[in-house]
């Protein structure tokens, strides 16, 4: 039978632009989900907390796949060294206490995950992220203690126009020379990929509403 997951995968994936990848966020989603998914030859997936991922994505599983695990929800310090065992990127390095965990993580593992910071591009009380004129500051942090920030990323606030968040979220990773723009979710991803995102993170409109 032809679940949703097949048809909408085709949908989302035979309009994606050379240099867009599709992160599946498979938060919420049951291990039946994450593995149809695999079937399909999904390699990319994103989760927001680490707890849920590590359960989802063990070691094995990674490994028998190739897949290549996202973090994209805020990170807390003490679950740094856990999350830079099981994730090959994570998006959401957005202060300074975070930057000295990871370092401190990776020196312990000698894992390497490749780096975004996350924007607080609304100013937003309720959001993680950095806010806009702290990012070239936390960026030299990052440069002091060895990390390597590969772009930024983002969530708009919910209920408004998202191309002006994502405008101005693309001008500040050119003004500081990074090339990836994680930005994008169900509702507004064709939006984020004109902008220019080369990462867009999709659930449900891929795996249908989260359990
Ligand atoms: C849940 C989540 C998504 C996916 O949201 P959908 O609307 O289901 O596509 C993307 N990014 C982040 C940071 C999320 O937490």
Request: with cysteine.
């Amino acid at each position: 039978m032809e679940t949703p997951l097949v048809a909408n995968l085709a949908r989302i994936t035979a309009r994606l632009p050379q240099g867009v990848c599709l992160l599946a966020v498979s938060k919420g989603q049951g291990q039946k989900a994450v593995e149809e998914a695999i079937a399909l030859g999904v390699k990319r997936f994103a989760e927001n907390r680490v707890q849920e991922a590590e359960a989802k994505f063990t070691p094995a599983l990674k490994e028998q796949n190739g897949l290549e695990l996202h973090l994209i929800g805020p990170l807390q310090s003490n679950k740094a060294k856990a999350a830079v065992q099981l994730f090959d990127v994570i998006h959401t390095v957005d202060r300074a206490s975070l930057v000295t965990a990871l370092a401190a993580a990776m020196a312990a593992t000698g894992r390497r995950p490749r780096l975004l910071v996350q924007v607080n591009i609304g100013r937003e009380a309720q959001k993680a992220g950095v806010l806009p004129e702290g990012l070239a500051g936390l960026l030299a942090q990052c440069e002091v203690a060895g990390l390597t920030i590969e772009g930024l990323m983002c969530i708009p606030p919910a209920g408004q126009d998202p191309v002006p968040y994502f405008t101005q979220l693309a001008g500040l990773a050119r003004e500081h020379g990074l090339a990836e723009l994680s930005m994008g979710m169900s509702a507004d991803y064709e939006q984020a990929i004109a902008a220019g995102a080369t990462y867009i993170r999709v659930g449900t409109a891929l795996f249908g509403g989260r359990g």
